[in-house]
């Protein structure tokens, strides 16, 4: 599977397999750890949380495919370049094809939250885009993430939220949004292991 990211034409994931899984992940909070107070700037700064890079490993051994979708503001707020974080997803993909792991396409939002684009989660572009891309729809495909935001991005595209208590995942308040029902796993090693054993949520005949 050739790597695409969104400057890339969308031509690359041909539909081989049709039916394939997809699971979709945020990025920071959930791969890996936060920058406390700031953002990943640095690939240095990225750093996985443990059994992160060994869950992505379990998904691609089970024939499922994944896809990171994360804002990254740094770049609309003039605190990262495209070139840097082009070297951060370098660092974050060899990590993970060293233990087994692969990444179909990292997409993501460059934009400033003031810039009201459609890409910033919890909006769904990114989403839309990763469909595009893969020609295929990513409804409901298991969506994991740290924030209100992607829970809410999920829903709205169609995709099964899912909330790990990494990162930031510990302040969303659930039930104060109506999503008291969402699964909520300690990390993203347990959220695999529930994905893993579910072999009828996605794709839908
Ligand atoms: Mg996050
Ligand atoms: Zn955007």
């Known amino acids: ?5 969104r400057h890339q034409a969308p031509s690359v994931q041909a539909p081989e397999s049709p039916a394939r899984r997809w699971v979709l992940l945020d990025r ?3 791969i890996n750890q936060e920058n406390p ?3 990943i700037l640095e690939p240095d700064q990225w750093i996985p949380i443990p059994g992160s890079v060994e869950a992505i490993a379990r998904l691609r051994a089970a024939g499922i ?3 990171i979708l994360t804002n990254q503001s740094a770049i609309g707020r003039g605190l990262l370049d495209l070139p840097t974080l ?7 993909k060899r990590t993970l094809e060293k233990a087994g792991g692969e990444i179909a396409g990292i997409f993501f939002c460059p934009h400033h939250p003031d810039e009201g684009c459609e890409c910033r989660k ?5 989403i839309r885009q990763a469909e595009a891309a893969l020609g295929c729809s990513l409804h409901g495909a298991p969506l994991v993430g740290d924030q209100l935001s992607d829970l809410q991005a999920a829903r709205r595209a169609g995709c099964r939220p899912i909330l790990v208590r990494t990162g930031r995942g510990n302040s969303v308040a659930l039930k104060e949004n109506g999503l008291e029902e969402i ?3 300690e990390n993203l090693s347990e959220a695999v292991s529930a ?3 579910d072999t009828t949520a996605h794709p839908k005949p």
Do not use: C, F, Q, W
């Open 1 to 5: 599977m050739k790597p695409i990211d």
């Open 28 to 30: 920071d909070g959930v």
């Open 37 to 39: 107070g700031s953002y």
């Open 65 to 67: 495919g994944v896809v």
């Open 86 to 92: 082009e070297s951060i997803h370098l660092r974050l």
């Open 122 to 126: 919890p909006n769904v572009g990114l």
């Open 183 to 185: 699964a909520t796993y």
């Open 195 to 197: 994905i893993l054993e």
